[in-house]
């Protein structure tokens, strides 16, 4: 019912920019987060940053504080993730994610994921 489509990933030099996307279809309310996390070879899934559709109040993980903004357009249902400065260590799968039900972000059960967008940065 719920389908996520995820657009805007590549390839740039560190120190660049990039913005992904995040197109949530299939919801009819505003009381849900969205977010993103990513995956490098051989490590953990990692959050990245979460958005309430309904309020806009965000976390960040420590990693890209300072570097990266979430942000909504709750018309769309769509979620950005504007990505600054970006370094090699941000080299990884980037995964959209939408939550169930929920009036906060801290802690929220995902239940629906996108198929993932490549991000790399050089040196």
């Known amino acids: 019912q719920v389908q996520l489509t995820e657009s805007g990933g590549g390839s740039v030099q560190a120190g660049g920019s990039l913005r992904l996307s995040c197109a949530a279809s299939?919801?009819?309310?505003?009381?849900?987060?969205m977010g993103w996390f990513r995956q490098a070879p051989g490590k953990e899934r990692e959050g990245v940053a979460r958005i309430h559709i309904g309020d806009g109040v965000a976390y960040y993980a420590d990693s890209v504080k300072g570097r990266f903004a979430i942000y909504r357009d709750t018309a769309k249902n769509t979620v950005y993730l504007q990505m600054n400065r970006l370094k090699p260590e941000d080299t990884a799968m980037y995964y959209c994610?939408?939550?169930?039900?929920?009036?906060?972000?801290?802690?929220?059960?995902?239940?629906?994921w996108g198929q993932g967008t490549q991000v790399t940065v050089s040196s």
């Open positions: 994610a939408a939550s169930e039900l929920a009036d906060w972000c801290n802690s929220v059960s995902w239940t629906n």
């Open positions: 299939g919801y009819t309310y505003s009381r849900y987060c």
